[in-house]
């Protein structure tokens, strides 16, 4: 289906139909299918909802960027067009971005929290500066296949391609999908998010963070100081994976989400 936010159609997959609802948000450059193995095994006891964000997948391309803010207003108006309260919200990298966004527009529709390879802290002035050329070079050039290449090839463990070539085929054809102003939009949006360090003390539900123990853009220890910051924090690492544990190690990142599914919200 898809869902109006105004100027952005939003596609959503939603699978199962039970009362408790788990939201599962994307990283950057792919789509919701990244959480396959996690919402065939999680729609069995909870509802999953995976949308695509606003440029992203399915979802339409409208002019950036695209503020973390407004992909968090996006995921507010799927809750409502499904009519959903409440929910825990899960992120992967950039996903995880709009899901701290998302607890800092409306903290009471947030019943737990996860943060999947990715970081409350915002973008220095090297890495925003690296963004806006990349965005820059896809505005320009309108092909996306070297960078999409480029990202997968940082993203996953040594090795994991020779031992497992599904799994980066399957990366891979999810993120060639993406039309290149969608990313350029998305990697400008990335540049200007605020720090969430603020909000982190107010977070006082569950919060589980998830790392890739061979992750080169987040090593463990950032990992671990991250959700120290957290009143109530637990940390968990893929051991053999790097920034894409859910397809390095998906069995690991679901009885991680299914753990955290079972935290009370108020304990």
Request: glycine share 8%.
């Amino acid at each position: 289906m898809k869902i109006r936010n105004d100027d952005a159609r939003i596609a959503v997959r939603v699978d199962g139909d039970a009362d408790e609802t788990i939201v599962l948000i994307h990283g950057f450059p792919l789509a919701h299918e990244l959480w396959d193995a996690q919402a065939n095994a999680l729609a069995r006891r909870f509802r999953v909802v995976r949308p695509d964000l606003r440029g992203m997948g399915s979802s339409s391309v409208i002019d950036g960027p695209y503020l973390m803010e407004a992909l968090a207003s996006d995921i507010a108006a799927v809750l409502d067009a499904l009519a959903i309260e409440r929910a825990t919200l899960v992120g992967h990298s950039l996903g995880g971005y709009v899901a701290l966004a998302f607890a800092r527009m409306y903290a009471e529709r947030l019943e737990r929290l996860a943060l999947v390879c990715s970081r409350t802290d915002a973008d220095g002035a090297e890495r925003a500066a690296w963004r806006n050329a990349r965005a820059e070079e896809l505005e320009r050039g309108g092909e996306s296949a070297a960078f999409v290449r480029e990202m997968l090839e940082a993203s996953f463990a040594p090795g994991t391609r020779e031992r497992a070539p599904e799994r980066y085929a399957r990366a891979e054809a999810i993120a060639l999908r993406n039309d290149p102003r969608g990313l350029a939009a998305m990697l400008r949006g990335m540049a200007l998010r605020d720090d969430a360090a603020d909000i982190v003390p107010d977070l006082t539900m569950p919060v589980l963070a998830i790392g890739g123990r061979l992750d080169p853009s987040l090593d463990p220890a950032q990992v671990r100081a991250m959700a120290e910051r957290f009143p109530s924090a637990r940390v968990a690492f893929a051991e053999a994976s790097g920034h894409l544990p859910m397809l390095e190690e998906p069995e690991m990142v679901t009885a991680a989400l299914e753990e955290l599914m079972d935290a009370r919200p108020g304990g």
